[in-house]
């Protein structure tokens, strides 16, 4: 079966840019979890979301948000784009989010470098 | 503050011996544990899992151990191959409805041929 789709994989923007990042899980999976991954700080939790809701929240700005629709495809979204939002950023697929006998499964990221 | 925590950024295993991959973690909370597996330019690749009411889990050559009053768990892997050769990362999570995985820092593991 298909893996988890991220697009774009590579994206360039400007500082105070927004950008709008796509994934889309495995088929059946109903949970999306978006994660970070920087140099300095590794790879980091920032929403994960179930069924069109948003379920847990990691510690970031409010610059940074989310949405699921009903198919179960997610977008995060990134406002005013600073220099430090340049990483590498991974969506996670899993059944309903507690499956962890089975891990998650990563889609291969968005690359976004902000300049 | 580092819940998760992988000291040795690097190991280097000749092929065919065995490769031990340690992460010690703070939060006593955790109750599921994870292993990854990281090329480039891609997404973390699942490995092996572990609860917290296990101390032992195997896959192939996988085998990851949980000692939990140590707060401690090592990734063997044995024997080892030069595909092999990437980063990995130990996560950990808690319970509850909505999981979230935090990561170690990662540990950049070399198969010599």
């Known amino acids: 079966k298909a893996g988890v789709t991220q697009t774009p994989r590579y994206l360039i923007k400007t500082r105070g840019q927004q950008v709008t990042l796509s994934c889309s899980p495995i088929?059946?999976?109903?949970?999306v979890s978006w994660y970070q991954q920087t140099p300095g700080q590794g790879l980091q939790f920032l929403f994960e979301y179930f069924s069109e809701t948003q379920r847990n929240k990691g510690n970031f700005p409010g610059r940074f948000s989310g949405r699921q629709f009903s198919n179960s495809r997610s977008e995060m979204n990134v406002s005013t784009l600073e220099l430090g939002d340049s990483a590498l950023y991974l969506c996670a697929s899993s059944l309903d989010g507690t499956d962890l006998g089975y891990g998650y499964t990563f889609g291969s990221g968005t690359r976004l470098t902000v300049v | 503050d580092q819940q998760v925590k992988q000291n040795s950024p690097s190991l280097s295993v000749q092929e065919g011996r065995i490769s031990i991959l340690n992460c010690d973690y703070t939060n006593s909370m955790f109750d599921y544990f994870l292993w990854y597996k990281k090329y480039p330019a891609e997404g973390p690749t699942f490995l092996i899992s572990i609860s917290s009411i296990k101390d032992k889990n195997e896959d192939g050559r996988f085998t990851v151990f949980l000692n939990k009053s140590a707060k401690h768990l090592s990734l063997h892997i044995v024997p080892s191959q030069p595909g092999d050769s990437a980063v990995y990362f130990c996560a950990a999570s808690g319970s509850g409805s909505a999981r979230q995985l935090t990561f170690g820092s990662g540990t950049q593991l070399t198969v010599l041929p």
């Open positions: 088929s059946g999976h109903r949970s």
